[in-house]
C-alpha cells in the first residue's frame, strides 16, 4: 500500500469510527455522510415529518427537538431513525403539493478538503521557510473570514497578522505520526492562513473553529458560523461535502441566501478533492445552481500549473482553477516540521489563493462583488475547459 493510501485509509477509519456519524454510499461507492438520528426540516412541512417518523414505528413523545437552528425550521433527533428514508419521504410529499424548495435533509457532515483524500500528494510534508511579505504602510486591511479548524500558537504565522476565535499550544495535545498525520487537526487553518498571507499584504484571516479535531463539521456548526459574518466581505470555505440524492442541502441554503441575497460578500469555496466529474461538492456547487445569489460563490477547483489536479473535483458548476498542488506554506513547528513550514496539496489551498487575489482586487473595483468579478475575468490561463490562475 502506498503512503499516501495508508494514509487515507487511516483518516478514513478515524471517520468511520465517530459514533454520531452515519453514510449511505452511492450506486458508485461514493459517500454521503450525516448525523446519525437527525432530520432538518422546513416548519411547513413538520406534519409530514411527523408522518414519516409514525411509518418508522415512533409516536409523538419520541421526538427530541434540539436547537441552534434559524427560525423556519426544526431540527429533530429520533434515535434509531432512518434519516435519509424519513427525508425522502418528506420531500416527495412537499414536491406533489407544489413546493420546489429541498423540504427536509439530515445535518450533512463536511470535511476540510485535503482531509482523508488529499489526492496522489499524501500528507503535508515538510518544506524550507516561505516568505510573508510585510504589510505596507496605508495598505487597506481586507478581513477574510475563515471558518476552519483551530489555531496552533506553535507556528510562523505572526501574530499580528491575524484573529483567531480559539489558539492552542501544539506540544501540550497533539502528536504527529510517521505519515505526519496529527491526532488532532492537523494545522489546516495555520495552512490556509498562511496562503492567504502570502499571496496578499492587504489581508487579516479571522480564523473561526468550525471543524473538529477529526477534520469533520455538522451543517448546523457551517451555518452558526456563518452567522458570525457580518462585517466580512470575503469568506474562505476550505471544506464541503456530498448530499442525500445530490440536492442542496436543507439548512445551508437558507443560511447562504440570507447571507448572499443583499449587501456585498462572496463565499470562495473549495471543489473538493475526490476527482469527481458529475457530482455537487457543495457549498461549491451553489455557483451552478439556479439561486439569485449564485455568482456570489467562487467554486475553485486546483491545478498543478500544468492541467486540473487529477484528484480536484470538477464540474459545470466551477467558476476558476487556481494552484493546490504541492503549495508551501505555514505549519506548525514541530521535530518533523522544524522550520514550521510545510508542501501539501488539495482544493483547500486553491481557495484561499482566490481570496487573496479578491482582496488584492477591491481597492480598485470598489466592492467584493466585483473584485471576485475582475479575478474570474481576468484569468488568462487555461486548464482544460477552465480558466485559471498562475
Known amino acids: 500500500m ?8 487511516r483518516r478514513a477509519r478515524r471517520l468511520a469510527g465517530l459514533p454520531w456519524v452515519r453514510r449511505e454510499d452511492r450506486a458508485d461507492g461514493s459517500p454521503v455522510r450525516f448525523v446519525a438520528d437527525e432530520l432538518l426540516v422546513l416548519d411547513e412541512h413538520f406534519a409530514t415529518a411527523r408522518q414519516a417518523f409514525a411509518e418508522q414505528g415512533f409516536a409523538a413523545r419520541d421526538i427530541v427537538e434540539e436547537g441552534d437552528v434559524p427560525s423556519g425550521f426544526r431540527r429533530v433527533r429520533l434515535p434509531g431513525l432512518d434519516v435519509a428514508r424519513a427525508a425522502r419521504r418528506v420531500r416527495v410529499q ?58 496552533w500558537l506553535n507556528s510562523p504565522l505572526p501574530k499580528d497578522r491575524y484573529v483567531a476565535e480559539e489558539q492552542r499550544d501544539f506540544e501540550s495535545d497533539v502528536d504527529i505520526d510517521e505519515d505526519g498525520i496529527t491526532a488532532g487537526d492537523a494545522g489546516h487553518a495555520n495552512f490556509v492562513a498562511g496562503v492567504l498571507l502570502t499571496r496578499s499584504p492587504r489581508v487579516q484571516p479571522r480564523l473561526m473553529k468550525i471543524v473538529d479535531t477529526f477534520g469533520v463539521c455538522r451543517e448546523t456548526d457551517l451555518v ?3 452567522r458570525q459574518a457580518d462585517g466580512y466581505r470575503i469568506i474562505n470555505l476550505s471544506l464541503g461535502g456530498y448530499t442525500l440524492d445530490d440536492r442542496p442541502p436543507v439548512l445551508l441554503t437558507a443560511a447562504l441566501a440570507g447571507l448572499l441575497t443583499s449587501g456585498d460578500r462572496v463565499v470562495v469555496a473549495a471543489a473538493g478533492n475526490d476527482g469527481q466529474h458529475d ?5 461549491a456547487a451553489y455557483a451552478g445552481t439556479s439561486a439569485p445569489w449564485r455568482r456570489r460563490v467562487v467554486a475553485v477547483a486546483a491545478h498543478d ?17 487556481a494552484p493546490g498542488a504541492n503549495v508551501t506554506s505555514t505549519f506548525v513547528n514541530h521535530e518533523r516540521f522544524p522550520d514550521g513550514w510545510a508542501r501539501w496539496s488539495g482544493t483547500s489551498f486553491a481557495t484561499p489563493y482566490v481570496a487573496a487575489a479578491i482582496a488584492d482586487a477591491l481597492p480598485g473595483a470598489g466592492s ?22 498562475d
Open 2 to 9: 502506498a503512503p499516501a493510501e495508508g494514509w487515507r485509509t
Open 94 to 151: 412537499a414536491e406533489a403539493a407544489g413546493d420546489t424548495r429541498v423540504a427536509a435533509g439530515p445535518n450533512h457532515v463536511f470535511v476540510s478538503t485535503p482531509f482523508e483524500h488529499a489526492g496522489a500528494y499524501g500528507p503535508p510534508c515538510p518544506a524550507p521557510p516561505g516568505t510573508l511579505p510585510a504589510r505596507t504602510d496605508g495598505t487597506e486591511e481586507v478581513g477574510v473570514l475563515v471558518l476552519d479548524t483551530g489555531v
Open 224 to 226: 452558526a458560523g456563518l
Open 279 to 283: 457530482r455537487p461538492f457543495w457549498p
Open 305 to 321: 500549473g500544468l492541467r486540473i489536479a487529477e484528484w480536484s473535483n470538477t464540474g459545470t458548476w466551477i467558476t476558476v482553477a
Open 368 to 389: 467584493v462583488r466585483l473584485a471576485a468579478e475582475a479575478v474570474v475575468g481576468g484569468a488568462n490561463r487555461r486548464y482544460g475547459r477552465y480558466a485559471g490562475l
